[in-house]
C-alpha cells in the first residue's frame, strides 16, 4: 500500500441510498448515507423517485462527507464513482455529479464496479475486523444479486454460481410483503425468527445444478401454504409469525449454506467473506460462524455499515485503482447491467 496520503472522495448512487465518503488511503474518514423513505409507501423501490431524491441528496451528503472528514475538495486526488449495476436513473445522478466534479477540480476520475466494491469492502482497514488473504470465496448477496465468486486478486474475479432467477433479498422481501409485513422486510423476519422454532414449518429447496441458486419457487411455495392456512385460520399469521420468520429464514439460510460447501469442496478454497445488505442477516452470521466450527472455514463478515450499500466500499476500490493509476475517462457512461 502507499506510503503518500491519497484523499478520495467516494460516491456511490446505485440504488435507493445516497452515500459519499472521504478515504485517506484505505481508512474512512466519513462515511454518509442518505436513505429514502418514500419507497416505504410502495413496498419496493420505485425508480423514478429513486432518481428524484438522489438529485436532492447528493449535494448535502457529499458536503457533509467532506465536513465530517474535515478535508477540503482541493486536497481531493481522486473521484470514485459507481457506475453499475444498478438502476440507470439512480446511477446517471451519481455518475453526472463524479465527472462533473473530477472536472472542476481536474483531478482523475475512477469508476468502479457496485458488486466489485461489495468483496472488495473487506480491505477497508478496521482494527477489529482481519482481511481475507487471496484466495477466497466471495458470497454476495444483496436485494439484486446472489453469487458465489472466486477471488484470486483484487481485480481478478470469477463468477462461480449465481442465481438464475430472484436474489436472495427479494426473497426475504417477498416472503415479508406475504405476511403483510412492511417494506423492507428482510430485517424485521430476522427480528421475529429470534423467538420463532426454525423446523416449526418444513419448505422446500429446491433442486439447481452445481453452484447456481433459485428463489421462486420457494417463494410460491411460501405463498401457496399461507394462502391454505389461513383459508382454515384468518389469524394463523398472527398466532404463528415468529415460528413462520424462524423457518423461512431457516430454509434461505441452509440453501446459502449447502452452496458454499458445495463451492468448497468444488474449489479448495476454506476462506470465505461475505458481502451485500443480506450479510448483516444474523442468521446467516452465525451460520458463518458455525462453519468455522464444523468445517473448518475462515469466515469473514464486513463491519455492519460496510454490507449495506454505501460509498466506503466505492472509495477503497477507488484506492486500489489510483494505485494502478487505472482511471477513467470522462466520456464513460453509467450501466445498469454490468458484470464482475
Not at 428482510?186 to 418444513?202: C, E, N, R, S, V
Not at 458463518?288 to 472455514?297: A, N
Not at 460496510?306 to 453509467?334: C, E, H, R
Amino acid at each position: 500500500m502507499s506510503s503518500q496520503k491519497i484523499y478520495i472522495l467516494a460516491i456511490e448512487s446505485s440504488c435507493d441510498d445516497t452515500s459519499a465518503a472521504v478515504l485517506c488511503n484505505d481508512v474512512v474518514l466519513s462515511n454518509v448515507v442518505a436513505s429514502q423513505k418514500i419507497h416505504e409507501l410502495y413496498g419496493g423501490v420505485v425508480p423514478e423517485l429513486a432518481s428524484r431524491a438522489h438529485q436532492q441528496n447528493i449535494v448535502p451528503v457529499i458536503d457533509q462527507a467532506l465536513k465530517q472528514a474535515k478535508v477540503k475538495k482541493e486536497d481531493l486526488q481522486a473521484i470514485a464513482f459507481t457506475r453499475g449495476p444498478g438502476l440507470m436513473g439512480s446511477l446517471l445522478v451519481g455518475t453526472s455529479f463524479a465527472k462533473s466534479l473530477a472536472l472542476a477540480l481536474d483531478i482523475p476520475l475512477i469508476d468502479v464496479n457496485h458488486m466489485q466494491a461489495h468483496i472488495l469492502a473487506h480491505f477497508i482497514k478496521e482494527q477489529e475486523y482481519p482481511v481475507p488473504e487471496f484466495p477466497f470465496l466471495a458470497l454476495t448477496i444483496s436485494g439484486g444479486h446472489t453469487q458465489i465468486v472466486k477471488v484470486t486478486d483484487y481485480f481478478d474475479m470469477e463468477v462461480i454460481g449465481e442465481t438464475i432467477d430472484d436474489a436472495v433479498g427479494e426473497a426475504f422481501d417477498k416472503s415479508a410483503k406475504i405476511l403483510g409485513l412492511p417494506y423492507p422486510g428482510g430485517p424485521l423476519i430476522d427480528k421475529y425468527a429470534q423467538h420463532g422454532d426454525p423446523k416449526a414449518f418444513p419448505f422446500p429447496k429446491p433442486k439447481v445444478k452445481e453452484l447456481n441458486f433459485s428463489f421462486s419457487g420457494l417463494k410460491t411455495a411460501i405463498l401457496y401454504f399461507i394462502q391454505k392456512e389461513v383459508d382454515q385460520n384468518p389469524s394463523f399469521i398472527e398466532e404463528h409469525l415468529h415460528d413462520i420468520c424462524a423457518s423461512i429464514q431457516y430454509t434461505i439460510v441452509n440453501i446459502l449454506v449447502d452452496k458454499l460447501k458445495k463451492a468448497v469442496k468444488h474449489t479448495g478454497i476454506k476462506s470465505i467473506a461475505i458481502g451485500g445488505g443480506v450479510s448483516a442477516n444474523s442468521a446467516i452470521r452465525k451460520a458463518l460462524k458455525e462453519g468455522e466450527q464444523k468445517y473448518g472455514w475462515q469466515t469473514f463478515i464486513p463491519k455492519f455499515e460496510y454490507t449495506t450499500d454505501n460509498a466506503a466500499m466505492i472509495g477503497i476500490v477507488g484506492y486500489l485503482k489510483y494505485l494502478q493509476q487505472d482511471f477513467s475517462d470522462i466520456s464513460i457512461v453509467a450501466k445498469a447491467r454490468i458484470k464482475i
